[in-house]
Nanobody, 125 residues
Framework: EVQLVESGGGLVQAGGSLRLSCAAS????????FGWFRQAPGKEREGVIC????????YYGDAVKGRFTMSRDNAKNEVYLDMNDLKPEDTAVYYC??????????????????WGQGTQVTVSS
């Protein structure tokens, strides 16, 4: 059974940093790409970081470019989202997803089947 479990969310002041983790199990971790998404209250879920399928480069959403970084540890079966210089508008539930790719035709990250349960990030001003 594919499982993705996020952790590391919490309350942080503006300008602070957090590292989110996504622990994966139930499949061969190294064979798959991942992405991070977020959903703020009253808004649709949006892709934050994902992989461009044509060259495996990393796509960063405009809102997080230069502040957020995605990394992975294949030995630990974990994906990370390092978030720096956090802003109140970063407040959202953050999700990791397997098979997350940037779709050029719609200009956004998409993932369809495997998602974690989410972790809340709240940034106070």
């Amino acid at each position: 059974e594919v499982q993705l479990v996020e952790s590391g969310g919490g309350l942080v002041q503006a300008g602070g940093s957090l590292r989110l983790s996504c622990a994966a199990s139930g499949f061969t971790f190294a064979d798959y790409n991942f992405g991070w998404f977020r959903q703020a209250p009253g808004k649709e879920r949006e892709g934050v970081i994902c992989i461009r399928g044509e060259d495996d480069s990393t796509y960063y959403g405009d809102a997080v470019k230069g502040r957020f970084t995605m990394s992975r540890d294949n030995a630990k079966n974990e994906v990370y989202l390092d978030m720096n210089d956090l802003k109140p508008e970063d407040t959202a539930v953050y999700y990791c997803a397997r098979d997350a790719y940037y779709w050029n035709d719609v200009g956004e990250c998409k993932a369809y089947k495997y998602w974690g349960q989410g972790t809340q990030v709240t940034v106070s001003s």
